[in-house]
């Protein structure tokens, strides 16, 4: 039982262009969503995070939204960078040990 | 600073044999995460620590042991290996286990049985 979904497993965007990653969740026990970012043969990377006291979050280029009621949240990077080009998880913790369930990934391609 | 370590980068094993995955992190993190990632699925949590002595099982602890007897160090043990184990390991630190303070990874390593 999934409770963490990334139902899309690839992304391809321009340059200079809006990329929106989504993230659905089954376990209303979920308070707490983080982003990270993945390059081949490395560990993943702290992207960003949102409390569910919140329904947006932005660093930079980045922008995390958390619409609870629907138990989804998203990822915009803008503008988006060849350098984006990564796998990103979409991962949530709730309750007090914060262990992480991760989604399965979405492979973003930002073309030049 | 060289944050959470993890050695070997690749190995072969064969079935039935036995290794140690060693992790270590120079952050002072009491929390430390053993997961694994096979193809085209995301991390799955093995065990985890949250200080030197304490150790639980996270959602796919069959056939790993852990040991955490320092607050750097948290290997993880293959007793007999199996094909199904074929996987990449990451290993995950952080300062508690508390929102605003995210894991930090390794680069992983990468295990094949066969």
């Known amino acids: 039982d999934q409770q963490v979904k990334q139902n899309s497993p690839s992304l391809s965007v321009q340059e200079g262009r809006i990329s929106i990653l989504n993230c659905d969740y089954t376990?209303?026990?979920?308070?707490?969503f983080l982003w990270y970012k993945k390059y081949p043969a490395e560990g993943p990377t702290f992207l960003i995070s949102?409390?569910?006291?919140?329904d947006k979050n932005e660093d930079g280029r980045f922008t995390v939204f958390l619409n609870k009621s629907a138990k989804h949240l998203s990822l915009h990077i803008v503008p988006s960078q060849p350098g984006d080009s990564a796998v990103y998880f979409c991962?949530?913790?709730?309750?007090?040990?914060?262990?992480?369930?991760f989604g399965k990934g979405t492979l973003l391609t930002v073309n030049p | 600073n060289a944050g959470v370590t993890q050695t070997p980068k690749f190995r072969i094993l064969k079935i039935g044999q036995s290794m140690t995955l060693q992790c270590t992190q120079d952050?002072?993190?009491?929390?430390m995460y053993w997961y694994r990632q096979d193809p085209g699925m995301g991390l799955k949590l093995i065990y985890y620590?949250?200080?030197?002595?304490?150790?639980d099982k996270g959602e796919v602890p069959n056939g790993y042991n852990v040991s955490r007897s320092t607050t750097e160090d948290f290997p993880l043990r293959l007793e007999l290996a199996a094909p199904s184990q074929t996987s990449v390991y990451f290993c995950?630190?952080?300062?508690?286990?508390?929102?605003?303070?995210?894991?930090?990874f390794g680069d992983g390593t990468r295990l094949s049985i066969l």
């Open positions: 995950a630190s952080s300062p508690l286990g508390r929102e605003g303070q995210p894991q930090h």
């Open positions: 376990n209303s026990m979920f308070d707490y």
């Open positions: 949102i409390s569910s006291i919140k």
């Open positions: 991962a949530a913790s709730g309750g007090s040990n914060y262990k992480l369930t």
């Open positions: 952050m002072n993190h009491n929390y």
């Open positions: 620590s949250v200080g030197a002595g304490i150790t």
